[in-house]
């Protein structure tokens, strides 16, 4: 625990997509930190560079120890695309599998014993001879989880390690963790004030970099910074009242507010009024001799809004997919969708143009240049990415939705350069802009920091409220129930 | 089994090579209705196969395929891919006589046994599609009268046919009708619902021949996108090891800069892949390839030449019937090739230095695209169908040679193009000997070694023009407009 880390006036560039400026912050040993702060703020970057991120620009950095254990939404997206890359080469005409979990977690394992006990307690141990990209969200956390704590690392940095995980797992990651409390040191971005382990000793609050002069301003479109952030304030836990204020100044109200209009030329076949959205029937999704999911019944009515929820790899999101047609497997189940029986010659764009769409998986393979705008837009396409014109309607209502999420100066920024809850924030919109018949918004707030997930809620909550749209709701967090939804389905492992 | 186009008379041999035209979406109002209900058996379950077939699918279209007895009994790869994704599968025997189209995408060498055998248990008046012209045009394969033969070529690998898709676009894709097997007059109606059913229509579509996609397809593949690039890798990392420069570097910067400056080359073509270089070493970067085209051109004529009279494809196949002799004696020497057996080293190169470091190769692929395109449009072939098979697929092999070097490249690209690689290296490496002798490391391995970017404005001007006003950067520019939206994928 011997580690004192020295950040003085410390300027740190990202690939020239964001800055930290003039960071002062010490860790001094017996120290444990949570960063939490705004989205977009730069809470991930200042975790980032104590893992050693980031072009150094002025100020110094002492005292970082050579072996860091890092766990991020960064990072596990990072791995997964250097899979897929793997996956995109074949001139060669044939399919590549991807590495198998026990290579990703065994391989350069400096402590297999610990890893061995921890994917047992983390449950992958039927996970191990699958692909690492073929996991679901929750599973590659854990993998992501496994590999850091059983790199025997000097300093732990974990960002949003509770997310997606479901709640036994959340229990036991935070039991792990308050037991080698005090053999490492551990820094961890948080975005629930709720979710901040006992064992804490501090808390760092960033908050945007928002009214800059306009040198700094000029300085930055110079270097095409698409954001900056600095550290405003650090509070010792002890300090009751310091820490209370910080506690108010993290739940500001949400305002009043109205979800923009639907775009009236972009009209949506009628659907029959007296038929379900969705039936499945006996579904069942099988891989190999692995069920996944086991002969499910499921009805859902128009205007019935539904909570879909069960631990991770319960196949939460294999049964999505066979709703929104992304499964190959929906062809071989009895699966009714507006107004379609599936596999008789319906186009999957027939399907999803009823449909708007937020997962973790989606924000993965939105990996296209595109601006933040377009990405709003494409939402009336259903495309990721924009290859259609869009109409001057779409761009006014998509102005409203990045108003609505305070991102109007982002407007034209590439999206790819923006945070994850920034990203998530726009696809949540993207998902919400038709006011599709059926919104599925499976895990909608991974990323996000209170701020947002309370507006988020309350946007679900309209829209629950409203007529036209029929909500699907996933989710592990029971805090984050929302009015209107009445119906529950709990999925279990199988 | 004749050569097709040699038994073709001259005026009908120059008619269908220049068959090529970026057909207009407006062709694409029917979408798949020409294909609807209809049964589509695809044979062979690789990567095209098996991604053509869920865009197929998804698109609405009713899919399934047919394998071998041994593949289903042993459950193989093919049997397994097929399965998971929900597809009907069966034998020949079961599937092939209910089919009203046959999607045939095995390897080139098979077409011959795989058509012999489907041909009998096709139905009367049913499709049979092809992704590759070889095995018509140079292998003189006759097709029952009563069948209609068609040809749907997506321009990227499986996984991004399939990616593309997914997202809501697609990927350029040519199509084609055999005129001597169109007997209801149908087939291009089933390849324009074809390619909407894969989702190339929305990427850009090409309707051309598929003699002119054969003649095309062998020249690229064996001299700018493979053969360049092998003769290219072994040239300059021998040149830099033998200059002393550290072996780990040489073989980082060659596996990995082929991928990196051809990257630039896919977003802006040789224009802009010369102006990521510095001032001085475009100008430098524009010279060597002067050279190196005028010494190469002979080779690239001939090339042509024995593609044009079928020469390269009766060698060819004469090693096929002799068990792959020369091709796999080169590709075990490939092996043995000290590019090849030195790993690249753990040292960190920038993306900008791969280009300073790597004048020599920016100037050699800039030669070998530009001379590809030329011979291929001297030929007859039209600059539409020249741009796909030059510049176009040249990062796709790069890309290959970045994951496992030479021997992954030459063991996954196609038979045609591994055979025709090998003979353009033979010839090749002597070819550059003397040139490669008067090389230095300053534009291969350490960069110009100048503190002053100062360059004569004139011939600054001069270069500019020349790049510019290259052929293949016009019909360039109109094809890659028709992807504006093409995406940089992070």
Same mark, same amino acid.
């Given at each position: 625990?011997?580690?004192?880390i020295h950040l003085?006036?410390?300027?740190?560039?990202?690939?020239?997509?964001f800055?930290l400026?003039?960071?002062?912050?010490?860790?001094?040993?017996?120290?444990?930190w949570?960063?939490?702060g705004?989205n977009?703020?730069g809470?991930s970057?200042l975790a /980032?560079?104590?893992?050693?991120?980031?072009?150094?620009?002025?100020?110094?950095?002492s005292?970082l120890p050579s072996?860091v254990?890092?766990?991020?939404?960064?990072?596990?997206a &990072?791995?997964?695309?250097?899979?897929?890359?793997?996956?995109?080469a074949?001139?060669?005409?044939v399919?590549?599998l991807?590495?198998?979990v026990?290579?990703?977690?065994?391989?350069?394992c400096?402590?297999?014993e610990?890893?061995?006990?921890?994917?047992?307690k983390?449950?992958?141990?039927?996970l191990?001879?699958?692909?690492f990209?073929k996991?679901?969200?929750?599973?590659?956390?854990?993998?992501?989880?496994v590999?850091a704590?059983s790199s025997?690392?000097d300093l732990?940095i974990?960002d949003?390690?509770?997310?997606?995980?479901?709640?036994?797992?959340?229990?036991?990651?935070?039991e792990?963790?308050e037991?080698?409390?005090?053999?490492?040191p551990?820094?961890?971005?948080l975005?629930?004030?709720?979710e901040?382990?006992d064992f804490?000793?501090?808390?760092?609050y960033m908050?945007k970099?928002a009214l800059?002069?306009?040198? /700094?301003?000029?300085?930055?479109s110079?270097?095409?910074v698409?954001?900056s952030g600095?550290l405003?304030?650090?509070?010792?836990?002890n300090?009751e009242?310091?820490?209370?204020?910080l506690?108010?100044?993290?739940?500001l109200k949400?305002?009043?507010?109205?979800?923009?209009e639907a775009d009236p030329?972009?009209?949506?076949?009628?659907l029959d009024?007296s038929?379900?959205?969705?039936?499945?029937?006996?579904?069942?999704?099988?891989y190999?001799?692995t069920?996944?999911?086991?002969k499910l019944d499921?009805?859902?009515e128009?205007?019935?809004?539904?909570?879909l929820?069960?631990?991770n790899?319960?196949?939460?999101t294999?049964v999505?997919?066979?709703?929104?047609?992304d499964?190959?497997q929906?062809?071989?189940?009895d699966?009714?969708v507006?107004?379609?029986q599936r596999g008789n010659?319906?186009s999957?764009?027939?399907?999803?143009?009823?449909i708007?769409?937020?997962?973790?998986?989606?924000?993965?393979e939105y990996r296209?240049?595109?601006?933040?705008?377009?990405?709003?837009i494409?939402?009336?396409?259903?495309?990721?990415?924009?290859?259609n014109?869009?109409t001057?309607n779409?761009?006014q209502?998509?102005?409203q939705?990045l108003?609505l999420?305070g991102?109007k100066?982002?407007?034209?920024?590439p999206f790819?350069k923006l945070s994850?809850g920034?990203?998530?924030l726009l696809?949540i919109?993207?998902?919400?802009?038709?006011?599709?018949p059926?919104?599925i918004?499976d895990?909608?707030c991974?990323?996000?920091?209170d701020?947002?997930?309370?507006?988020?809620?309350?946007?679900i909550?309209?829209?629950? &409220?409203?007529?036209?749209?029929?909500?699907l709701?996933?989710n592990?967090?029971?805090e984050?129930?929302i009015?209107?939804?009445e119906?529950?389905?709990?999925?279990?492992?199988s | #089994?004749a050569?097709?186009?040699?038994?073709?008379?001259?005026r009908?041999?120059l008619?269908?090579l220049a068959k090529?035209?970026?057909?207009?979406s407006?062709e694409?109002?029917?979408?798949?209705?020409?294909?609807k209900?209809?049964?589509m058996?695809?044979?062979?379950?690789?990567?095209?196969?098996?991604?053509?077939?869920?865009n197929l699918r998804d698109?609405?279209l009713?899919?399934?395929?047919?394998?071998r007895?041994?593949?289903?009994?042993?459950?193989r790869q093919s049997w397994?891919?097929?399965?998971?994704n929900?597809f009907v599968?069966?034998?020949y025997?079961?599937?092939?006589?209910?089919a009203?189209?046959?999607?045939?995408?095995?390897p080139?060498?098979?077409?011959t046994?795989?058509v012999?055998?489907?041909m009998?248990l096709?139905?009367?008046?049913?499709?049979?599609?092809?992704?590759?012209g070889?095995?018509?045009v140079e292998?003189?394969m006759?097709?029952?009268?009563?069948l209609?033969v068609i040809?749907?070529?997506?321009k990227?690998?499986?996984s991004?046919?399939?990616?593309e898709?997914?997202?809501?676009?697609?990927?350029?894709?040519?199509i084609a009708?055999?005129?001597?097997?169109?007997p209801?007059?149908?087939?291009?109606?089933l390849a324009?619902?074809?390619?909407?059913?894969?989702?190339?229509?929305?990427?850009g579509v090409?309707?051309?021949?598929?003699i002119?996609e054969v003649?095309?397809?062998?020249?690229?593949e064996?001299?700018?996108?493979?053969g #360049?690039l092998?003769?290219g890798s072994i040239?300059?990392?021998d040149? #830099?090891?033998?200059?002393?420069?550290d072996?780990g570097?040489?073989s980082?910067?060659?596996q990995?800069?082929?991928e990196t400056?051809?990257e630039?080359?896919?977003?802006?073509?040789?224009?802009n892949?010369?102006?990521?270089?510095?001032?001085?070493?475009?100008?430098?970067?524009f010279?060597l390839?002067?050279?190196?085209?005028?010494i190469?051109?002979?080779?690239?004529?001939?090339h042509q030449d024995?593609i044009?009279n079928?020469t390269?494809?009766?060698v060819?196949?004469?090693?096929w019937?002799?068990?792959?002799k020369n091709?796999?004696?080169?590709r075990?020497?490939t092996a043995e090739?000290?590019f090849e057996?030195?790993p690249?080293g753990d040292?960190?190169?920038?993306?900008?230095?791969?280009f300073d470091?790597?004048?020599?190769m920016?100037?050699?692929?800039?030669?070998?695209?530009?001379?590809?395109?030329?011979?291929m449009?001297a030929a007859?072939?039209?600059?539409?169908?020249?741009?796909?098979e030059?510049?176009h697929e040249?990062?796709?092999i790069?890309n290959?040679?970045a994951?496992?070097?030479l021997?992954e490249?030459?063991?996954?690209i196609?038979?045609?193009?591994?055979y025709?690689?090998?003979?353009?290296?033979?010839?090749?490496?002597?070819?550059l000997?003397?040139?490669?002798?008067d090389?230095k490391?300053?534009?291969i391995?350490?960069?110009?070694?100048t503190?002053d970017?100062?360059?004569?404005?004139?011939?600054?001007i001069?270069?500019?023009?020349a790049l510019?006003?290259?052929?293949?950067e016009a019909?360039?520019?109109?094809?890659?407009?028709?992807?504006a939206? #093409?995406?940089?994928?992070?």
């Open positions: 625990m011997g580690i004192a003085d006036d410390l300027s740190v560039n990202f690939d020239d997509r800055q400026n003039n960071l002062n912050w010490s860790i001094e040993a017996n120290q444990h949570v960063v939490t705004t977009g703020s809470k970057a /980032a560079v104590l893992a050693g991120v980031g072009k150094i620009e002025q100020g110094s950095l005292g072996n254990g890092l766990v991020s939404f960064e990072a596990q &990072e791995l997964i695309a250097k899979e897929l890359k793997k996956d995109d074949d001139i060669m005409d399919i590549s991807g590495t198998p026990h290579e990703m977690i065994f391989d350069q400096l402590d297999p610990l890893a061995q006990e921890l994917v047992e983390f449950g992958l141990t039927p191990l001879d699958r692909a990209r996991l679901s969200t929750g599973e590659t956390r854990k993998v992501m989880l590999r704590l025997r690392p732990l974990l949003e390690p509770f997310d997606g995980l479901d709640a036994a797992t959340l229990t036991m990651l935070q792990h963790l037991k080698i409390a005090n053999t490492v551990m820094v961890i971005v975005n629930r004030f709720d901040m382990p804490i000793t501090h808390v760092a908050d970099v800059e002069s306009k040198e /700094a301003h000029q300085k930055r110079e270097k095409k698409s954001g600095k405003a304030l650090t509070v010792d836990k300090n009242q310091a820490f209370h204020e506690y108010q100044l993290l739940h949400t305002t009043d507010l109205s979800v923009p030329s972009t009209k949506l076949p009628d009024p038929q379900p959205l969705v039936k499945l029937k006996q579904a069942s999704i099988k190999g001799d069920v996944i999911v086991d499921w009805t859902i128009q205007g019935q809004h539904w909570q929820s069960g631990p790899g319960s196949g939460k294999c999505l997919s066979l709703i929104t047609g499964h190959p929906c062809y071989t189940n699966i009714f507006f107004g379609f010659g319906e999957i764009w027939q399907i999803k143009q009823f708007g769409y937020v997962s973790t998986a989606l924000q993965w296209v240049s595109t601006s933040c705008k377009n990405v709003i494409s939402g009336f396409y259903d495309s990721i990415g924009m290859y014109k869009s001057d779409q761009k209502i998509a102005d939705w108003e999420l991102m100066d982002r407007a034209d920024q790819n994850y920034d990203q998530r696809l919109a993207r998902a919400m802009v038709k006011h599709p059926l919104l918004l895990e909608p991974l990323g996000l920091d701020m947002n997930r309370q507006l988020v809620l309350a946007l909550e309209k829209i629950c &409220e409203g007529k036209e749209t029929t909500v709701y996933v592990h967090h029971m984050d129930q009015k209107g939804i119906n529950y389905l709990g999925l279990k492992k | #089994m050569n097709y186009f040699n038994t073709l008379p001259l009908e041999q008619a269908q090529c035209r970026f057909m207009d407006s694409f109002a029917d979408g798949v209705e020409a294909l209900g209809k049964k058996v695809v044979i062979g379950c690789g990567a095209q196969g098996l991604n053509q077939g869920l698109s609405g009713d899919v399934s395929y047919a394998l007895p041994e593949a289903i009994a042993q459950k397994k891919n097929a399965t998971e929900g599968v069966g034998t025997e079961d599937l092939i006589p209910t009203d189209v046959v999607l045939n995408l095995t080139d060498k098979q077409h046994p795989v012999k055998a489907v009998p096709m139905k009367q008046g049913a499709c049979l599609s092809y992704s590759h070889f095995n018509i292998e003189g006759q097709i029952r009268e009563d209609t040809m749907v070529a997506p990227c690998p499986g991004e046919v399939r990616a898709y997914v997202r809501g676009f697609g990927v350029p894709t040519l009708v055999h005129e001597d097997n169109d209801q007059g149908e087939g291009l109606a324009k619902a074809y390619a909407v059913g894969t989702g190339g229509h929305k990427a090409l309707m051309s021949s598929f002119a003649k095309s397809d062998l020249m690229g064996q001299t700018i996108l493979c #360049m092998q003769t040239l300059c990392f040149k #830099m090891v033998e200059e002393g420069i072996a570097y040489a980082r910067l060659i990995f800069g082929w400056i051809t630039a080359l896919k977003y802006g073509g040789v224009t892949m010369l102006d990521r270089l510095s001032n001085p070493a475009k100008i430098k970067a010279d390839s002067e050279e190196l085209k005028v190469m051109r002979p080779l690239y004529n001939k024995d044009i079928g390269f494809s009766r060819m196949m004469e090693d019937a002799n068990d792959d091709l796999l004696q080169w075990a020497d090739t000290n057996k030195t690249a040292v960190e190169i920038s993306e900008q230095e791969f470091n790597g004048i020599l920016v100037a050699m692929v800039k030669a070998g695209v530009e001379l590809a395109f030329e011979t449009t007859g072939i039209i600059a539409e169908s020249a741009y796909y030059s510049l040249t990062p796709l790069a290959t040679i994951r496992k070097k021997y490249m030459n063991a996954t196609s038979d045609t193009a591994e025709g690689c090998y003979l353009y290296n033979h010839a090749c490496l002597p070819l000997g003397d040139f490669m002798k090389i490391t300053d534009v391995g350490k960069g110009l070694a503190d970017n100062g360059v004569d404005n004139a011939r600054l001069e270069v500019n023009a510019r006003s290259h052929p293949v019909i360039g520019t109109v094809l890659r407009g028709h992807m939206d #093409m995406k940089k994928i992070v």
